[in-house]
């Protein structure tokens, strides 16, 4: 099968890039944005990789939302089925047609053309990211990908490679226009060599204050500068502490939105400490803020143990 | 060009993965991006060259290198980088940059650490009794568990509907054959965790044996040794000859019969590597003799924190067995009610009963 018409993308410049992502309210870095290009200038995945919450599955919602195509979403977990990600029949509904041919003649003369038709398929992301007829690609997004298992990323491997899928019943599919497809990562566990090694790759760590008040800002609408300031500020300080799970950019963001919910313009201790679940999501590390000197945090002087008192 | 090649030729002689096909990627990126910037011209070889986190520090290392004019590659003690590990201080606005520059830095020991460099062959003892087969059984049986995935099974199990009738489409849609499926079996994950500080020097031959054959007969399995701090050496365990895997063992853990901080090296531990993977399939085994000079509360609270992220935990005593031992060490009675399994191992008789005790407990 040939490509019927090459899709040009609009990124010239990496700038474009940025302006793009800045267009939907996300704020791009420079790495980002670069790793962004080459990945439709060398049609090579991008495998991102960060703590969690800090807008690594945002990226593939903002790509698709700029091309204009859908976003195809793979969720990965423990014992997930290579099949099951490309399509099932509709067993349930063979059946009863089966069941129906069976009383009727002419049905009966259909069926064994019919009975596989796709009419009778579900299709799973991978094969529907396959079958996307363009123009534009779809933005195919394979997401925690670490919590797969090694049998799965070899099978995605052969995905890949050739974006072809075999359908016994119906044929070989191929794509037209292969998808942008991103890949996520928690850490969890190392990846299949050679899946890295067919990934474009990138770091995405936690925002700079500067760079997660501009976030703030800009997805939190109504909140005033001054706010989104110290929210930023103290996220920073927060993240240096040693807490089993490290609030990221949603919870930055969640909590920026129940102080504005809660209509609270000033941090002090007592603010954080009601609204701590917002932030920390382990009993642990709740408790450990009382241990810390809050003042000194939410004045964005950073994080000091309490002194004794 | 010439640069990029050389870089190229840097970064894989630093130990990254450059492949042909990478290279290749590597000028076809360059094609799109304006090489004037030099951010940009690092950044576009970078994210085709690398394939982590401590793969992208390494390739700005040598980047920085190379334009610097240096042809020297520090080696050094380099612990596995995780950002949760590198908490500097970070000034306000100051970029990631700065961060990542301090894994350059070469690792300062403190006082009471110590750091010649043991010689770890002469502590092997290549007329011990071998242990493989005892060790094989013992990978064996704590290796696998049933996982909840299924696997087609010739019989027993469940019947696996889809299947079935998929087969017997043939036959008329009559169910003359049954598929079956049962739980496929899943590997553990073993986590090693060793003291080798000064006072397990004696039990040190049992000790290096009983890690190499670990590591071996179980790869999935992760080995990290500790004393004032800890490090992880599975892949070191992974060469073929005893001693290779001596020698560089030896290299990279300077801390090797230092003092013992077993809250220190449990808080590495929970916050890297037993984040990883599923509680439900990971067995830590600790092996200490409990004699603690770091404070004990902390053991206490790291402790807990570990339970939690796994399935069970063994404590193996090198001095248990021995027929005065009563558990004195503080280290030893504060992590006591934490333990599924005390065990007993100080040679390989020992050993014997460690592992008949644990094939029984799964």
Known sequence: MTNSEVWQHPFTRVEDVSRVFEGQDYVADRPLSLTTKLAFDLGKPVLLEGEAGVGKTEVAKVLATVLDSPLIRLQCYEGLDASSTLYEWNYARQILEIRLAEADPERREHLEKSIFDEAFLFDRPLLRAIRHPGPRPAVLLIDEIDRADEEFEAFLLEILSDFQVTVPELGTFTARQRPVVILTSNRTRELNDALKRRCLYLWIDYPSPDKEREIIRRRVPGISADLAERVARVMHGLREVDFYKRPGVAEALDWSRALLGLELETLVPEVLLETAGVLLKYRDDVARLDKLDLEALLDGRGVERKSAT | ?362
């Open chain 2, 1 to 362: 060009m010439e640069h990029t090649f050389a870089l190229c030729r840097e970064a894989r002689e630093a130990g990254l993965t450059v492949t042909h096909a990478r290279t290749i990627d590597v000028f076809r990126a360059l094609r799109g991006i304006d090489c004037g910037s030099m951010d940009d011209y690092r950044l576009t070889l970078r994210s085709n060259l690398v394939s982590s986190r401590e793969d992208e520090v390494l390739f700005d290392r040598v980047f920085h290198a190379h334009w610097r004019g240096t042809d020297e590659q520090e080696s050094g003690d380099y612990i596995m980088a995780r950002s949760e590990m590198i908490r500097g201080n970070l000034d306000a606005g100051r970029s990631n940059e700065a961060h990542r520059d301090m894994l350059s830095e070469a690792e300062v020991f403190g006082a009471e650490e110590v750091q010649r460099r043991a010689n770890l062959s002469l502590r092997w003892d290549p007329d011990a009794p071998p242990l493989e087969q005892v060790i094989r059984e013992l990978a064996r049986r704590l290796a696998t568990r049933p996982s909840r995935r299924l696997g087609p099974a010739s019989r027993g199990g469940r019947v696996n509907l889809r299947r079935s009738i998929r087969h017997n489409v043939r036959h008329g849609l009559e169910l003359v054959e049954l598929a079956r499926v049962k739980p496929k079996t899943r590997k553990t994950r073993i986590v090693m965790l060793s003291d080798v500080s000064g006072s397990m020097d004696a039990f040190n031959p049992f000790l290096l044996q009983l890690m190499l054959g670990l590591q071996q007969a179980l790869k999935s399995s992760r080995t990290v040794v500790f004393s004032t701090r800890a490090t992880e050496i599975t892949n070191l365990l992974r060469r073929r000859s005893v001693h290779d895997t001596l020698r560089e063992v030896a290299d990279k853990v300077r801390h090797w019969s230092g003092g013992t901080d077993i809250g220190a090296a449990l808080g590495e531990l929970n916050r890297g590597l037993l984040r990883e993977g599923s509680a439900r399939s990971t067995v830590l085994i600790i092996i200490s003799d409990g004699y603690d000079n770091g404070d004990i509360e902390r053991i206490k609270s790291e402790l807990e924190a570990a339970r939690r992220r796994i399935r069970t935990l063994v404590w193996i005593n090198p001095m248990y067995g021995a027929s005065t031992f009563t558990v004195r060490a503080a280290g030893m009675k504060t992590a006591l009610p934490y333990v599924d399994h005390f065990l007993p191992a100080f040679n390989a008789a020992a050993l014997k009963t460690l592992v008949r005790a644990l094939m029984k407990m799964g």
